[in-house]
């Protein structure tokens, strides 16, 4: 199984848009046990387009492509389809259903246009995308003029990343499992902050050499914290399961203090399920973080279950006058101290009425380091009903990375200590 | 001209790391006047960067790779040069001072292993890299055993997304233009706020057609803001600013109340180069938005210049007991309402003591809405030392959407309103 991902669109090319989509593909692809072995973006031009999905047919045997789909004249993926495989575009009566009822829906007229939407090679199963109006094409086995699709599978899917996410999750990928009559695959992601990768790699050398050969371990780093992903595969699921969770049982007596979650991709995501549904409420007080740490936690559905609020005090008045940190302490000690820090995460705690808090106070950069306290020292406090505690880091990168690491910081206190 | 871009990682491949390096080189070309045709992301292995190395010059005159220089063994791009034009790697010593001072700074000690950072191709430029520790390696014409290099350029640049873009400002690009003798090229971003892309379209489709030939006109929407960015070729520079600056002139008077800045990527770059050093401070009052506004403010340098605070007010006791949001208000219109939006923007200018204000409350969903007050239903308030201000906002989308399309509604706002 080696797949190729094709990302059709002018606008990639010229780098109005990131291509996030190559991205998340890469990841669902691999965390279904599918290899992808390269990703190409190229224009709404039909001869590059046939020169990428003839390569990728021959680098192996799975083609993703996305985007062209849309009714105007730019976009022309089916039209090269349709040459490519000498077919011919017929408009597909459950993808017309779907096109009306979305515009019913949305109470726009169908137009002319709006029903070419629905038209798609004679050649290709269609599948109905019912969170969009492109449909999805599937392209597979003995069907072909032009190209020998003997054990090879072309799909073609609209480019907007959530109708590309539904249909990759809920179709393509469990489709493509199927047709090439893929072993079960189990997926566990670990969590681990406060070591970096290559400390933890040592301390968890032997427990990696000792992990059945079925199940591959894969580090993956962001800002301060690692994500350590197991993949077992094999024909017996429920023997996978077993498998992983043994894998999982060993792995905690080697590194529990590190581990600060299991089953998500970020802390933030860990910190929502902790709290949500806990009565608990949380509040937040940011200086060099600026605000990156709550925004975090609200982008989240569901955020008011449990955050109350947060104070960016990015000023000395706004500490006091909003936090209580007195104005002695700062004159005797600055912003960026553990007696600020310490003031900041109880006030907030108080004032805002929350059971827990954090805060952050440091110099983010690039300006505004001493030889004293250099860019990259950061100040964490956090506040339970029980106990504060403050902590100083010293980080290093630019001031995006500096702000990340704090926040992701900020994050894995929390997992530690509000435990309920 | 046509380039193609090549990022090698298999990091990349198993969508661990978005690739925002092939969008960023992108944007940079197209600004150039380079063309281009393909972007392709391929896994550390000698064969497919071969064969995407081949394609590129077939495709185009410009390669342009990005990755695989590290100096362990998985990083084989510079072997794979080698190989590719038939050269032999020697210690550049420029490079191994610029790996040495670099080391001193960080006061690590010199290995083995790191002085391989200054191996490259014989046959290669060797661009030393000031902010890293792998040099850019350049390949032009007439050098090479296997490839046919006349008028061709292959460029490999580590993969670190600011070494990437340090180098391709300062070095790649001026060395391309003036390697292919290109034209002069004048580009302007103008930023447009409050107005859909297409009647945008509508509204300077007159202003558009006048356009004289040599300047190209796109448009690049993001959350509610688009971005018209003119690019004009020639051999006059001095010409080229002329012509440029009379479409921007004959431009306001058709699109003025939209426009909201030029010469900046984001509003937030242009609400901090108003801001700063004008003596005037910001407070920012968040309830559906969350932190976002400000800590879009604080990811840049400098902030603490002209950012008071600002004060994420997610829950109704918070509006009330930080902001001074009256309780018979919340009672008699709710949370989501001009009543509010007006008090929370006007308590936090006051209490934290700022100039100017801005304050959302809002229903990102996807809950929480109502049929009163569907979901995408926000008020933005604004606090001048003059006047208080507020609107109703009808937002659709998913939740980051609408926290993102409000975030720009209140950039924009302060644009407008705070002239100094």
């Known amino acids: 199984m080696k797949a190729t991902i094709v990302n059709i669109?002018?606008?990639?090319?010229?780098?109005?848009?990131?291509?996030?989509?190559?991205?998340?593909?890469?990841?669902?692809?691999?965390?279904?046990?599918?290899?992808?072995?390269?990703?190409?973006?190229?224009?709404?031009?039909?001869?590059?387009?046939?020169?990428?999905?003839?390569?990728?047919?021959?680098?192996?045997?799975?083609?993703?492509?996305?985007?062209?789909?849309?009714?105007?004249?730019?976009?022309?993926?089916?039209?090269?389809?349709?040459?490519?495989?000498?077919?011919?575009?017929?408009?597909?009566?459950?993808?017309?259903?779907?096109?009306?009822?979305?515009?019913?829906?949305?109470?726009?007229?169908?137009?002319d246009i709006n029903r070419k939407q629905a038209w798609v090679p004679r050649c290709c199963t269609t599948i109905v995308n019912t969170v969009g109006t492109a449909p999805c094409m599937w392209f597979d086995s003995g069907k072909f003029a032009s190209y020998d699709m003997d054990g090879k599978v072309l799909v073609s899917m609209p480019g907007v990343p959530f109708e590309m996410e539904h249909l990759m999750q809920t179709e393509v990928v469990p489709r493509l499992r199927a047709y090439f009559k893929m072993d079960a695959i189990v997926t566990k992601n670990i969590l681990v902050q406060g070591i970096g990768e290559s400390f933890l790699s040592d301390l968890i050398e032997s427990w990696e050499t000792s992990l059945p050969r079925n199940i591959r371990l894969a580090y993956l780093p962001v800002a301060g914290m690692v994500k350590l992903r197991l993949t077992a595969?094999?024909?017996?699921?429920?023997?996978?399961?077993?498998?992983?969770?043994?894998?999982?049982?060993?792995?905690?007596?080697?590194?529990?203090?590190?581990?600060?979650?299991?089953?998500?991709?970020?802390?933030?995501?860990?910190?929502?399920?902790?709290?949500?549904?806990?009565?608990?409420?949380?509040?937040?007080?940011?200086?060099?973080?600026?605000?990156?740490?709550?925004?975090?936690?609200?982008?989240?559905?569901?955020?008011?279950?449990?955050?109350?609020?947060?104070?960016?005090?990015?000023?000395?008045?706004?500490?006091?006058?909003?936090?209580?940190?007195?104005?002695?302490?700062?004159?005797?000690?600055?912003?960026?101290?553990?007696?600020?820090?310490?003031?900041?995460?109880?006030?907030?705690?108080?004032?805002?009425?929350?059971?827990?808090?954090?805060?952050?106070?440091?110099?983010?950069?690039?300006?505004?380091?001493?030889?004293?306290?250099?860019v990259g020292t950061v100040w964490v406090g956090l506040a339970t009903p029980t106990m504060t505690f403050a902590k100083c880091m010293h980080y290093s990168g630019p001031r995006q990375q500096i702000i990340n690491r704090t926040c992701n910081e900020a994050y894995a206190w929390l997992l530690r200590e509000a435990k309920f």
Chains 1, 2 share one sequence.
Do not use: W
Not at 354 to 360: C, G, P, Q
């Open 233 to 374: 595969q094999g024909t017996d699921e429920v023997k996978l399961r077993k498998q992983v969770a043994d894998a999982v049982e060993r792995l905690y007596p080697i590194a529990k203090q590190y581990i600060v979650g299991e089953d998500a991709e970020t802390l933030a995501e860990l910190v929502a399920a902790r709290f949500k549904d806990s009565g608990r409420m949380l509040a937040v007080a940011e200086s060099c973080t600026g605000g990156s740490i709550v925004a975090g936690l609200t982008a989240l559905a569901g955020a008011s279950q449990y955050v109350k609020g947060g104070v960016v005090a990015y000023s000395n008045e706004v500490k006091m006058a909003v936090l209580g940190v007195k104005k002695e302490t700062l004159e005797a000690h600055g912003a960026v101290s553990e007696d600020t820090v310490r003031e900041m995460v109880e006030g907030v705690r108080q004032r805002l009425g929350a059971d827990y808090a954090v805060a952050t106070t440091g110099i983010a950069g690039p300006g505004g380091g001493t030889p004293d306290k250099p």
């Open 9 to 111: 669109g002018d606008e990639l090319l010229i780098g109005q848009v990131v291509n996030t989509n190559a991205a998340r593909m890469s990841q669902m692809l691999t965390a279904a046990g599918i290899e992808v072995v390269q990703t190409v973006v190229c224009g709404d031009n039909a001869e590059d387009i046939e020169a990428c999905v003839a390569r990728g047919l021959q680098a192996g045997n799975v083609v993703l492509m996305t985007g062209g789909l849309g009714p105007t004249k730019d976009d022309i993926t089916k039209h090269t389809l349709c040459r490519l495989f000498g077919s011919e575009l017929y408009e597909n009566e459950a993808a017309l259903d779907n096109v009306r009822s979305i515009f019913a829906k949305r109470g726009y007229e169908l137009t």
